[in-house]
């Protein structure tokens, strides 16, 4: 149990042009979605934090405009970017905690963002 | 505020190794301990937690134990297997927060 899904797994777009990644939780309903950000051989960034139907809490630093997160539903969070420009290339990974209560986070598979 | 440090790596080892990656913690309180796993182009996995003082977490072959007196959870495994290779991540989580601070990572590179 407790799997989360990312879609696409990878993506390759021109500069300018927008990308949408999603993340579902398959199997479990998610109270809280996170999206972060991986550079090469660093550690995760968070970039913001969702709860299913209100607006997503971005950390400082991170442009709310240019990373658009919706949380429509309890399952399927995304995150677009909009206008994106070859320095958001990166991989980006969501995770989601759901109802049991012990706040243990479920990491997405991630998806590699390519922007030429 | 919270942090968390690692060994830097690469860590490379042949097979069947005594492997230990160094993980030390600034909280306050009493965190959650944890270590993930990720392998080349996937995402984080959960290997393995301790959530109070002298707690052994395992799996996998893998053990990490809490030492709240010198704030450290190394992660080792007796005998490492290619199959290993991956970006081993220290995290802690403080009180009720969702959200873990992670270390950097360190890359484990096992050769046959």
């Known amino acids: 149990g407790a799997v989360v899904s990312q879609h696409p797994s990878w993506v390759i777009c021109k500069s300018g042009t927008s990308v949408k990644i999603e993340c579902r939780s398959l199997d479990f309903q998610a109270t809280t979605m996170f999206w972060y950000r991986q550079f090469p051989k660093q550690s995760l960034m968070l970039m913001a934090t969702s709860n299913e139907g209100s607006k997503a809490t971005y950390e400082q630093g991170v442009e709310k405009d240019k990373f658009l997160i919706n949380h429509a539903s309890l399952t399927l969070s995304t995150l677009t970017v909009t206008s994106a420009h070859p320095e958001d290339s990166s991989f980006y990974i969501c995770?989601?905690?759901?109802?049991?209560?012990?706040?243990?986070?479920?990491f997405g598979p991630g998806t590699r963002l390519t922007v030429l | 505020g919270d942090s968390v440090t690692q060994m830097e790596g690469p860590v490379t080892l042949s097979e069947e190794a005594f492997l230990t990656i160094n993980c030390t913690y600034t909280a306050t309180g009493y965190p959650s301990l944890f270590w993930y796993v990720q392998y080349p182009g996937e995402g984080l996995q959960l290997l393995l937690k301790?959530?109070?003082?002298?707690d052994k977490g395992s799996n996998k072959g893998f053990e990490a134990t809490y030492r709240k007196e010198t704030t450290s959870f190394h992660l080792e495994k007796g005998s490492v297997q290619v199959s290993d290779s991956a970006v081993y991540f220290c995290a802690l989580r403080s009180g009720g927060s969702y959200i873990p601070t992670f270390g950097r990572g360190t890359s484990l590179i096992v050769h046959p």
């Open positions: 301790a959530t109070k003082a002298d």
């Open positions: 995770s989601a905690t759901g109802t049991s209560g012990n706040n243990e986070q479920f």
